[in-house]
């Protein structure tokens, strides 16, 4: 059983930065991957970006790519989402996840509440 809780949301005009952190606690040891994704009102959910806890292997969705940057602390079990050059089209519900296995979708297992995320023109 795995624990995670976002922070670090909230509204910000065009341009400007956030970024979120995801405290993880439980069974971490099982964790392999973890994961951002988001989701906005009526658009499919969509992986952001994820990061493998054991070789620190990055993946992110082209439209982030040197926007934003995944990192972790694995002593402090925190992941982070640096989002820098924020555009409009960033906003959404932001969720943290987590899972065994492989950094693929089908491997999540465990899900945060959410933080929201608005950027303004």
């Known amino acids: 059983q795995v624990q995670l809780v976002e922070s670090g949301g909230g509204s910000v005009q065009a341009g400007g930065s956030l970024r979120l952190s995801c405290a993880a606690s439980?069974?971490?040891?099982?964790?392999?991957?973890m994961h951002w994704f988001r989701q906005a009102p009526g658009k499919e959910r969509e992986r952001v970006a994820s990061i493998s806890t054991r070789g620190g292997s990055t993946y992110y969705v082209d439209s982030v790519k040197g926007r934003f940057t995944i990192s972790q602390d694995n002593a402090k079990n925190t992941l982070y989402l640096q989002m820098n050059s924020l555009k409009p089209e960033d906003t959404a519900v932001y969720y943290c996840?987590?899972?065994?296995?492989?950094?693929?979708?089908?491997?999540?297992?465990?899900w945060g509440q959410g933080t929201q995320v608005t950027v303004s023109s």
């Open positions: 996840a987590a899972g065994g296995g492989f950094c693929l979708e089908k491997w999540v297992r465990y």
């Open positions: 439980g069974d971490t040891y099982s964790i392999y991957c």
